[in-house]
């Protein structure tokens, strides 16, 4: 009987060799792609973090300098700050702190090129959107009417689509197109919440081009080519 058992471990000990042998390369190196995925992944995760607390001291440093009332240091701050830590959303936080100060200090040209970056590069849509409706109103501005409405015709997600509508309703105003701005005004004024104080703003808008706001919230079907 011990003579029986002892055969069979022995087919089974030979069976586990010819296994090993077959497939015991495949296998550690399966596992080896599997521990260094592991190992990345938790090395990007504690990089993110560290980047993260980097740059919150980092963002700091800009706020102090924005209160210093610098602008050319502050500039100069964030740039440092963009170089280092651009992904972060206390780079985009600075950014929109110091694109403020440079257009209040009478630096319209730094603000746009801020906020343009901060457009191109932003990683939260938040901000970006921020920042694009801040450079539409620069654009607009500086008369540059056709780019401030290419700049809200996309990249806008739907929670900032009725303040971009609203813009682009002023911007067709300028441009003397009562018909576009009637009707991205009305979509602006049924996307507004009823008690916001942008839907009341958009109906008094209306109220000037001859349109109630109690059935604004229907927008015509007038085209943005008529006028």
Do not use: C
């Not at 801020?114 to 409706?133: H, M, P, T």
Request: no cysteine; aromatic share 10%; net charge neutral.
């Amino acid at each position: 009987m011990a003579n029986h058992l002892d055969l069979e471990e022995q087919e089974q000990l030979d069976q586990l060799k010819h296994f090993w042998k077959q497939y015991g390369n495949l296998i550690t190196w399966a596992l080896i792609v599997v521990l260094g995925a592991v190992a990345a992944w938790n090395g990007y995760h504690l990089w993110q973090r560290n980047q993260s607390v980097q740059a919150a001291a980092m963002y700091d440093e800009v706020e102090k300098v924005v209160r210093g009332g610098d602008p050319q240091k502050a500039e100069r701050a964030f740039f440092d700050m963009r170089d280092r830590f651009s992904s972060t959303v206390y780079t985009q936080q600075a950014g929109l702190m110091v694109a403020k100060m440079a257009y209040e200090s009478g630096k319209p040209d730094s603000a746009k090129a801020i906020l343009s970056w901060l457009v191109e590069n932003g990683g939260d849509k938040g901000y970006s959107s921020v920042a694009r409706l801040r450079l539409s109103a620069l654009l607009i501005e500086l008369k540059s009417y056709d780019d401030a409405l290419k700049l809200l015709g996309s990249g806008i997600p739907s929670e900032f689509s009725a303040l971009a509508d609203d813009r682009r309703g002023d911007i067709y105003i300028l441009q003397g197109k009562k018909g576009e701005a009637k009707t991205v005004y009305q979509k602006a004024y049924a996307a507004f919440d009823e008690q916001s104080e942008y839907r009341r703003l958009v109906g008094v808008k209306l109220n000037a081009l001859g349109v109630d706001p109690a059935i604004a919230s229907k927008p015509t079907t007038i085209t943005e080519g008529a006028k």
